[in-house]
Every structure is written in C-alpha cells, then in structure tokens.
C-alpha cells in the first residue's frame, strides 16, 4: 500500500510512529502525514482498490484525505458510482463504461468466452466492453432494448437485480437480429445474407428454413440461433470469486431465441433459461446446464448490453 511504503520512506519526522497502533497518532502526527504524501495522492487508483482492501487499508487513514475525495470514494463502494473527473485508469490500461460491473468481473467474462482457466492471463486487446445499451440512460422499452443491440454482433448482457443486489446475465456469441412481421422485408429477395443453405439438414447456419413449396427462394426466421459458446451467468453480490457461476449451453439448437415485434420478449436465452422483458425477468432452466438464480422471477434495476470484441 503506497500510504504506508511513502511512510517508511520519507516519515522521519515521524520515527517513532507505527502504521499498524494509529491510536497513539495524534492531530499533528496525521497533519506531518499528510503533508508527506500530498504530493502522491492524486496517483493511487483509489477506485481500483476493492471494499476490503479499502476499509483495512485507507479507512484508518482517512483524516489525510481530502473531503470531496473521500466523500467519492465512500460513494463508490456503497452505490458503485464514479466520479465524473479526475479519475485514473486502471493500469492494465482498460476502463469498462458500466456502473454494474467493474474490470475484474469483465476480465472474469473475457475467459469464460474464451473458455481459460481462472488462473491463465488474457491479453488485453482481448477484453473489449463496447457498451451499446444502459437501461437507465436509453429506457427499458422492448424496441429501444431490440434496436440497440440488433446486428451488433457478440453481445454480453448484464443484469443488476433490484431484489437482492445479485448480477446475472449472458453471453450471445452469434448477437441478436430482430425481425418484425413483414420477412419479406429486406429477407424475401435477398439470397446473399451469407447465411449458407445446408441441402442435409434444409436450413441455414443461423436456421433460416428453406420451403421448397415455395417458387421463390423465401427466407424464414425460425426464430432460433445455433451455437455451443453461448452461457448464462451470476457473479452473486459481486464480492465473493467463489461464488461466481457459469452455466453453459446443453442443447445448441436452442441456444438462443430470437424476438420479434409479436412477442412481449425481448432477450431470450433458451426457451425460458434467462428471458428479460423490459424491467422484468425470468429464469427457468431447460437448455442450459443450470440455474443460475434460486428464484424463478425477478426485477430489473439496472441493465447493460455490451459489443464484445
């Protein structure tokens, strides 16, 4: 901890003092402190430091900090609000735009797409967090969540329960496209989507049914998208590592459901497994390997979707 390193460095005017018995500091032995650190405050990433490492290490000695600052800080670690100045970023040299989640859970993620071990290191051009979607900012209409994640490619959603401060959410490597009724609507005429006819297994890779009744070649959404690398998840209340879970896809076929204008649907993992509709949610596991709440409904306080890349 910088504080107590600059202490043992430079503090002789303080020989004598032990960091670890601040009860026989007095007013002037903090002011001396102050003094000798000032100039080093502005450099410590106080809002990369975790709630534990904070109250053992800068809460004793929170009398050299200034108001304003330490008034920020204490705003971060109970409602995980930054400020909007004067704020470093993390060394790694990666900053996640959400007020969910922070790094280590986005480094968490990152090696869940890309199946590594916990302890194996990701390199940094491979955690990309483009956020394309905030509940509170853009509205929790069911078109405005559709829009704004519709042809965006891999996407990671995010969820903060209002019940419990739990987050969930999952990850759709394929990304969602919306359609409404009319799938003759830039579909019917359009035989170059690169979505390739399969003439085994009479559908395409993003299952697009082929109906040889048909003269015409017409493009059906089956409302279905195929793929093994797509997973829900929960990182609890955010502290505990161990209580991180990950649930995979079992059944690829039905991996994700694509919505459409007719449905009050508008994120569909499974056929049930995490499904949002605007402030409200659900989880009832069928085609991943596991529950990942111990309640079947809950309510949204905050919601994120993420370009990953």
């Not at 460095?9 to 001396?32: C, H, M, P, V, Y």
């Not at 997973?231 to 079992?250: A, N, Q, Y």
């Amino acid at each position: 901890m910088i504080i107590r390193y600059m202490y043992t460095a430079q503090a002789s005017e303080l020989e004598g003092k032990n960091t670890t018995n601040l009860n026989r500091w007095n007013k002037k032995d903090f002011s001396i402190l102050s003094n000798i650190l000032n100039p080093y405050i502005r450099h410590i990433r106080f809002f990369n430091i975790s709630s534990k490492d904070f109250h053992n290490s800068i809460w004793p000695f929170k009398s050299i900090l200034s108001k304003t600052l330490f008034e920020d800080i204490i705003s971060f670690h109970l409602t995980n609000t930054q400020p909007k100045e004067n704020i470093l970023p993390p060394r790694c040299g990666k900053i996640i735009d959400s007020t969910i989640i922070k790094l280590k859970h986005a480094v968490v993620l990152a090696k869940w797409i890309r199946r590594k071990d916990a302890n194996e290191r990701i390199s940094k051009n491979k955690c990309n967090f483009n956020l394309i979607y905030r509940g509170s900012r853009d509205g929790f209409d069911l078109n405005t969540i559709r829009s704004k994640c519709n042809g965006q490619g891999a996407c990671i959603l995010v969820i903060k329960i209002r019940e419990n401060g739990a987050i969930i959410g999952g990850y759709n490597p394929l990304g969602w496209i919306h359609y409404n009724n009319d799938v003759n609507n830039g579909l019917n005429n359009n035989v170059n989507n690169n979505y390739n006819y399969n003439a085994n297994t009479t559908s395409f890779n993003r299952n697009y049914n082929y109906n040889a009744n048909i003269a015409s070649f017409f493009v059906i959404p089956s409302n279905r998208s195929n793929t093994t690398e797509s997973f829900i998840f929960s990182l609890g209340d955010e502290k505990d590592e161990k209580k991180f879970k990950i649930s995979r896809v079992t059944d690829r076929r039905y991996a994700i459901y694509e919505s459409n204008c007719c449905t009050n649907i508008a994120l569909n993992f499974g056929n049930g497994d995490l499904v949002i509709n605007g402030t409200n949610g659900s989880c009832n596991q069928n085609y991943y390997e596991s529950n990942i709440l111990d309640t079947n409904y809950f309510s949204i306080e905050e919601m994120e979707i993420f370009s990953f890349y």
